[in-house]
Every structure is written in C-alpha cells, then in structure tokens.
Nanobody, 115 residues
C-alpha cells in the first residue's frame, strides 16, 4: 500500500492550491479517505474526510468554506482544494486511508502560506 501526496508549495495569503494523493496497491473506492495536517511544533490535526462514494464529507471548523475534499475513484486519487489560504494553514499535509480509523499514511506535502 502506498499513498503519495503532491501539489504543495509556497503561496501568498489569499491564494489557492490543490493537493493530490495517488494511491497504489489498493482501490480507494473501497475506503473513506482523509487529509490531516501538522504545523511546526504542533500535533497532527484533522482537515477533511470523504466517504467511499464521495457523497458525504466532514471538515475541520478551521477550513470549512475554504477547503474542498474530492475523489476520483477511476484515477485512484483524492484531492484537497484549498482556497483563501492563511498563514495558519502552513503545515505538512498528509493523506490517509480511513475515516476515524486510519491505517495508512502518505509521506506528506509541505504547504507554506507567506507573503
């Protein structure tokens, strides 16, 4: 099992980024998927989750209305569209398999929001 995130980078406040998470050795259609993040000096925090069929979602209060999680089961890929980014969104972003029980994690992609 492997999860590989990409799409991070340096962006100015108010900017946008879209993260991707490509899965291999399993079909994401069989699992809910999640995004978490870890800011410098802090623990890993929940960002968003999506059900197997993409019909239901859950978001952390800090990102509601700004971030959108989606999935393309045919491409075995999960996305996180991030808009109106703030300096507090600076973190390493991780893709994970599962909803509340998470059994596989990617290596992360760094997002830095700074002017």
């Amino acid at each position: 099992v492997q999860l590989v995130e990409s799409g991070g980078g340096l962006v100015q406040p108010g900017g946008s980024l879209t993260l991707s998470c490509v899965a291999s050795a399993f079909a994401i259609s069989n699992y809910p998927m999640s995004w978490y993040r870890q800011a410098p000096g802090k623990g890993r925090a929940f960002v968003a989750s999506i059900t197997n069929d993409g019909a239901n979602f859950n978001y952390a209060d800090a990102v509601k209305g700004r971030f959108t999680i989606s999935r393309d089961n045919a491409k075995n890929t999960v996305y996180l569209r991030m808009m109106n980014l703030k300096p507090d969104d600076t973190a390493m972003y991780y893709c994970a398999r599962g909803w509340t029980t998470l059994d596989w994690w990617g290596q992360g992609t760094q997002v830095t929001v700074s002017s």
